[in-house]
């Protein structure tokens, strides 16, 4: 394997692992607020609020990681994707911070304040919209090269059907992960209730998911000829990724065994992901720039890959003990465990 | 000297101050102690 | 808009978010290794408020932390945004350092985590204290590993260019640039010195508001001689920057001193005025700036005269070093005299006007931090990359910066009231009296039930 395929494996791995704790992480603010909105507050907040307590901050770093190690193995991607995405980056920049900061201050300052829950549960549904605009501009079509310099046509952008089908999975896809991971959670926690009502989202949203995503598939055809065809080369993933979300369905229309379903829907994501990650290859941004001539020098890779081994020694342990100690701890799930923050 | 100054000498008055500063902490005799009585 | 426009609003942007997010970073940098020695003390003396100072702090830190965290995400998406060609070029050198800082981060998050959260799990407190041990590790390197990309920018090695390109890069020698071990060391000591200051005029406030409780005074005492520590290295290794500076960047130490010609046995002036080349009203101390740049009253100093017209920063962060260079001595007299009076017993600590004067300490500390970035930064124009790139060359050609200022700024503006409300919401619902009441409560409760505390 090249340094540079590496380099992008290793990204895209933590670019899922965004997608797959942030939506968790976003899903959950949403149906907070919701929850708020309709008086069943009761029901949700309290497993919500032991699911999320402990991991806010790790979310935010998968993302973290994810850019700066975009920039650090290919910094071409600094000139193109920096310069247009000015305007959407610092859109989500803002929804993050007012997401995060308001999720810390009605968590350890001002328990139950109903505008500090609206704030957070919004900005994190308007987020992965924003992020998901950078997936579009990828797809090529947006940026023209004015005078040597990249500039982004916000007028094609948002009226592409494209955009919006991509916007509106990830919408969709942020609700349905939340809500079957939640689903799973709950009945861990032995919360009837919760997870009869989480249940019922998970299902509610599983639709919309499927049909945003076929629908992308079929918007790329006319718009890039190019990755289509390396999709449809890939049928089998998406085949298999499809089988995966039917089963997930299946285990939560049965209500059986939803540790399983939430593995089946990690399954799911990760073979469309991944099939779709590759079938874009070589292409970083269509037909500008590609991982080969946007690679940083073989030293730098090299030394970056190093850094990336020595930490993920670190990390994996961490997060193991993260995990063992709230996630997978029954006495703390279940809310035996008197675990008041400081 | 200047080049001991520059580079290493930086993060030994760093490192010393913090373990200084685990060493004076627990001496809290004196943050209890009532001032002086005026003089009569 | 123009593409000099783009640039101003570039700079002023970038400044804005460094200016605001500095307040949270140097606190979530500083404040974890002060909660760690109260929990320390604590423990060693079984006394019962100093764990609790340390409870209570990091529930304080929790808010600050937050802030911290986004604006720092988004400080650093805007790096790329707003100086893409910069980081083009930078990043093949200098992208480990910031790699390894969301390495940091990441441990530091985990922990925090898993610390905030587990004050009760565990019968022995030694074992709930070693959890903030990377919590403090993954903050001050996180200041490390950031600061080294600052220092990079100052001092950059570890590259050749030839014709434009970039060849033969050693990210590690990059790394260990000249500037990195004064940069690193002091801005990671002023945190400890900042947050310590900040932690003691919280408590003297709360005497000054009428409580007389010990728990108070132990807090003040803790932090006052933490600042002392702190506040005496970072004089110190300030010294030593100064000798960088003479060596590696003599336009920045000239330009902050006013000192224009080249000369030996060179006085330290303090504020004045400028007319010409001529400094008037001006504190002057004859030879001391000779002795901070080489550690000899008579060594030579570069002027600014040696410099292209078009190399030199802007002469007002005279002012910016003067500013930082007097809180900092403010400081060390303020908590050097506290805790001498306490040992000798001197009343006039005690009083209400010397109260306050520790409350001004902690913002004027967050004054001097600003101070100082904003000399760090101002007096490396017009470079961003030192020799190598111009702050204009390295700037986005996109439009609509100013509107994404406006944005920011807003958005600070919510952040920054917003923690403020939050934390004062926080300490005056549960102010420590009734904390250490019901904690004697159950403690009273549990030893009758047979000693089941959990």
Redesign the interface.
Do not use: C, E, H
């Given at each position: 394997m090249s340094l540079e395929v590496l380099g992008i494996t290793v990204l895209m791995t933590f670019l899922f692992g965004y997608i797959i704790v942030g939506a968790i992480d976003f899903g959950a603010g949403f149906f907070n607020a919701y929850s708020l909105l309709t008086g069943k507050e009761h029901i949700l907040t309290n497993v919500i609020q032991r699911y999320l307590s402990p991991v806010w901050e790790v979310t935010n770093v998968f993302l973290v990681f994810f850019f700066v190690g975009m920039v650090g193995f290919f910094p071409s991607t600094a000139f193109y994707y920096g310069t247009t995405m000015l305007v959407p980056l610092s859109i989500a920049l803002i929804l993050l911070a007012i997401r995060g900061s308001y999720y810390a201050f009605e968590t350890y300052g001002a328990s139950g304040h109903k505008g500090y829950s609206f704030m957070y549960g919004m900005a994190g549904i308007l987020l992965p919209a924003s992020l998901s605009i950078v997936l579009t501009i990828s797809e090529g079509g947006f940026i023209d090269m004015v005078n040597g310099q990249p500039v982004l046509d916000y007028g094609a952008l948002f009226t592409s059907p494209l955009t919006w089908s991509i916007v509106f999975l990830s919408i969709a896809a942020t609700l349905y992960i939340s809500a079957v991971f939640l689903t799973w959670y709950a009945d861990k926690a032995g919360d009837r209730d919760a997870t009869e009502l989480l249940r019922k989202y998970a299902l509610i949203w599983s639709l919309p998911t499927i049909i945003t995503a076929g629908g992308i598939v079929w918007e790329l055809r006319s718009h890039n000829a190019d990755h289509y065809n390396q999709l449809l080369g890939l049928w089998w993933m998406f085949a298999l990724s499809g089988a995966l979300f039917i089963g997930t369905v299946y285990l939560l229309w049965k209500r059986h065994n939803y540790g399983l379903a939430v593995w089946l829907l990690i399954g799911q994501f990760a073979l469309a992901f991944y099939g779709y990650g590759i079938a874009h290859y070589p292409y970083l941004l269509y037909p500008h720039l590609t991982i080969h001539d946007s690679f940083t020098n073989p030293a730098m890779a090299t030394a970056l890959i190093i850094a990336f081994i020595l930490g993920l020694g670190l990390l994996i342990p961490s997060l193991y003990l993260l995990l063992r100690l709230f996630l997978f701890n029954k006495d703390y799930v279940k809310g035996r465990k008197k675990d008041e923050h400081a | 000297?200047?080049e001991f100054?520059?580079?290493?000498?930086?993060?030994i008055?760093?490192i010393?101050?913090?373990i200084?500063?685990?060493i004076?902490?627990?001496m809290?005799g004196?943050?209890?102690?009532?001032?002086?009585e005026?003089k009569k | 808009m123009g593409n000099e426009e783009s640039v101003f609003f570039s700079r002023v942007l970038t400044e804005l978010t460094l200016s605001f997010h500095i307040i949270y970073a140097t606190i979530g940098v500083g404040v974890p290794l002060m909660i760690m020695i109260a929990q320390w003390v604590g423990i060693r003396k079984n006394d019962e408020h100093y764990i609790l100072l340390a409870r209570r702090w990091a529930r304080g830190f929790v808010i600050t932390v937050a802030v911290g965290v986004v604006t720092g995400t988004a400080i650093g998406m805007q790096l790329s945004l707003l100086w893409p060609n910069f980081m083009e070029l930078a990043g093949q050198v200098i992208a480990l350092p910031l790699f390894m800082e969301t390495f940091a981060f990441f441990f530091e998050a985990i922990f925090l985590g898993i610390y905030l959260y587990t004050w009760d799990r565990f019968d022995n407190q030694k074992k709930h204290l070693l959890l903030l041990v990377p919590v403090a590790l993954g903050a001050s390197f996180s200041a490390v590993f950031i600061t080294i990309v600052n220092a990079f920018m100052n001092a950059p090695q570890g590259f050749d260019l030839v014709d434009g390109e970039l060849v033969n890069i050693q990210p590690l020698v990059a790394m260990f640039n000249p500037a990195m071990p004064t940069k690193v060391a002091h801005v990671v000591i002023t945190a400890y010195m900042t947050s310590a200051f900040i932690l003691a005029a919280i408590a003297a406030f709360r005497l000054l508001k009428g409580s007389d409780h010990v728990y108070h005074k132990k807090a003040l005492f803790l932090t006052m001689k933490l600042g002392l520590i702190f506040s005496i290295g970072a004089a110190v290794i300030g010294d030593f920057s100064g000798k960088y500076l003479a060596e590696y960047q003599p336009e920045k130490l000239a330009a902050a001193e006013w000192h224009f010609e080249t000369e030996g046995e060179a006085p330290l002036m303090l504020y004045g005025i400028l007319d010409g080349q001529e400094v008037k009203y001006a504190i002057t101390i004859p030879y001391a700036l000779s002795i901070l740049a080489h550690s000899d009253p008579t060594a030579e100093v570069i002027g600014l005269n040696d410099f292209p017209e078009d190399e030199i920063p802007p002469l007002y962060i005279h002012y910016l070093f003067d500013t930082m260079v007097t809180i900092g001595v403010l400081m060390i007299m303020v908590s050097g005299l506290y805790w001498l009076g306490r040992h000798m017993r001197w009343r006039f600590i005690h009083s209400r006007w010397y109260r306050w004067l520790i409350v001004a300490g902690g913002p004027l500390t967050v004054i001097a931090i600003e101070a100082g970035w904003w000399y760090a930064e101002v007096g490396r124009q017009p470079w961003i990359l030192r020799d190598i790139m111009k702050v204009p060359e390295a700037a986005t050609t996109s439009g609509h910066v100013d509107t994404m200022l406006y944005l920011f700024a807003t958005l600070y503006l919510i952040l920054g009231v917003g923690s403020v409300v939050v934390l004062r919401r926080m300490f005056r619902n549960n102010p420590v009296e009734r904390e250490i009441a019901d904690r004697e409560a159950e403690v009273r409760e549990g030893t009758r039930k047979g000693g089941d505390h959990r």
């Open positions: - | 000297m200047d100054l520059m580079f290493y000498a930086p993060f008055v760093l010393g101050a913090i200084l500063a685990f004076v902490a627990p809290d004196a943050a209890t102690r009532p001032p002086k005026k | -």
